[in-house]
């Protein structure tokens, strides 16, 4: 007797394929939402296997591993479709930075340049967050998060919001105390602990924890999320929602959320109409890779990978980070880098990238070239210090305009404390040409050296006038 042939069960391969299409089009398959739906259809497979164990080779062949690989397969061609063999223009235009020189662009005014690193920063608040307020001792509670930079009324701070230490003390305070300022601008300012009560902070578990809250909201789309403070003081977290676009094989910012971590209100704000007091909608390494692809591919894929004219990458300063800066053009905070010849293997520049944390608006800061790049300056200043270069150590590069010239304010600081010793100013072109100030750099000394600035300014002037004169006469 003939036994009927069964057809087979392809029901798990037309979902898997039409997970697979899903996932790429609305997210990207390399985030946390892919995972879990795929450790969940692999659950289920597992339990069918289980229920079937007299046909597991069967059961594994068409409802686990002829899936998965039609899923590797799928992304991989869509993948290889967009890439940059094909789209190199695209990759290289996610930002189109305007010509502009380093005189127009970077502050001459000390006291906007920032002298205060996140370490330092923490040290400082550190000491305030080990006392007690309102009689609770912050320390057995809450741990300091991680420092993010913010303008609040005008002038730069790092925030350091409290965060629950652990599940029990997220349960038996269900609030946390307030936050911490520290001013980034003038190492000396005492660190301001605001008290300010509010229930949604990160370390919370449930939906007290505002990422998972917003995570939620956001239909389980990949967000990124910092906090800020508005005008008056209130505390907020803010996610960028960020979509996956395969041309261009990256992430880029589809709307941001706020949540009000006092009372959990959360708004959503389209890219034109944010509130003025978020200062960063675009995060860190999603401009770094904007810049990285800009460098590369501008000229073209067959160029990057042959020629590799005019191919130029972010400078190797602090584990290649991208930094904040303020500039001339606009009051936003912008990610900066300088960016070098990837044949050089000196510490020149090419150019400086700046993007608008804000709004993506872009500046190539043309000429810098033959400038030392950050790494060349922080190398140049150690050196300097002699005996000291023991116990000190040089930080944060900052361009600014000096003498009608591009420099670089480092801060020096203490190796094992981390604390601020003094400045320094060091000549991006001629890097012998260093000044070390021995100052809290106050708002007296801030003026001080705007007025020494200006005085050489008009020497070299009235020397200037002095020569052609001194030509003109002969001449007569």
């Known amino acids: 007797m003939r036994r009927d042939i069964k057809k087979p069960n392809n029901f798990p391969i037309i979902i898997t394929f039409l997970l697979a299409f899903g996932l790429i089009f609305y997210n990207s398959p390399f985030t946390l939402t892919y995972w879990n739906i795929l450790s969940v259809f692999i659950g289920i497979n597992f339990f069918i296997i289980y229920k079937n164990f007299g046909r597991i080779k069967s059961f594994l062949y068409s409802k686990i591993f002829l899936p998965i690989v039609i899923f590797t397969i799928i992304f991989n061609i869509i993948s290889f479709i967009f890439s940059p063999l094909f789209f190199a223009k695209k990759y290289a235009t996610l930002i189109s930075p305007k010509?502009?020189?380093f005189n127009n662009y970077f502050v001459n005014d000390y006291s906007k340049i920032r002298k205060v690193t996140e370490k330092m920063a923490r040290v400082k608040?550190?000491?305030?967050?080990g006392k007690n307020i309102d009689g609770i001792d912050l320390?057995?509670?809450?741990?300091?998060d991680k420092g993010s930079i913010i303008k609040f009324k005008n002038k730069e701070y790092w925030l350091f919001p409290l965060r629950y230490s652990g599940f029990f003390q997220w349960k038996e305070n269900r609030n946390v105390k307030g936050y911490i300022l520290v001013d980034a601008i003038n190492p000396n300012e005492k660190p301001i602990f605001k008290k300010y009560k509010y229930k949604y902070a990160l370390g919370a578990f449930l939906i007290e924890n505002?990422?998972?809250i917003m995570y939620l909201k956001n239909n389980l789309r990949e967000l990124s999320i910092h906090p800020e403070l508005n005008e008056n003081g209130d505390l907020y977290w803010v996610a960028e929602v960020l979509k996956y676009k395969f041309i261009g094989n990256t992430f880029f910012v589809d709307k941001i959320f706020t949540l009000n971590a006092r009372n959990g209100k959360i708004k959503q704000y389209n890219l034109n109409n944010l509130p003025s007091w978020i200062d960063k909608v675009y995060p860190k390494d999603l401009i770094d890779e904007y810049i990285r692809y800009y460098g590369k591919y501008k000229n073209g894929f067959l160029n990057s990978i042959f020629t590799k004219k005019n191919i130029a990458t972010p400078t190797l300063f602090l584990n290649r980070e991208i930094y904040l800066i303020e500039n001339t053009i606009n009051k936003n905070l912008n990610?900066?880098?300088g960016m070098t010849s990837i044949n050089s293997n000196d510490n020149s520049l090419l150019y400086g990238i700046s993007v608008d944390a804000k709004n993506l608006k872009s500046y190539k800061i043309k000429d810098l070239n033959g400038i030392t790049d950050e790494k060349g300056a922080i190398d140049a200043i150690n050196s300097k210090l002699g005996a000291n270069s023991i116990r000190w150590k040089a930080v944060l590069p900052m361009p600014l305009i000096y003498k009608n010239a591009f420099y670089y304010h480092v801060s020096i600081i203490d190796k094992n404390s981390?604390?601020?010793?003094?400045?320094?100013?060091i000549n991006g072109k001629n890097i012998s040409q260093i000044e070390f100030i021995n100052s809290s750099l106050s708002k007296k000394s801030l003026k001080d050296l705007n007025k020494k600035d200006l005085l050489i300014k008009k020497v070299e002037k009235l020397e200037k006038e002095l020569k052609e004169l001194k030509d003109l006469l002969i001449n007569f």
């Not at 608040?125 to 967050?129: E, L, S, T």
Request: net charge negative; no cysteine.
């Open 125 to 129: 608040a550190d000491k305030i967050f």
């Open 335 to 337: 990610w900066y880098t």
């Open 210 to 212: 505002p990422y998972y």
């Open 418 to 425: 981390g604390l601020y010793q003094k400045s320094s100013l």
């Open 139 to 144: 320390t057995t509670q809450y741990e300091l």
């Open 99 to 101: 010509d502009t020189t």
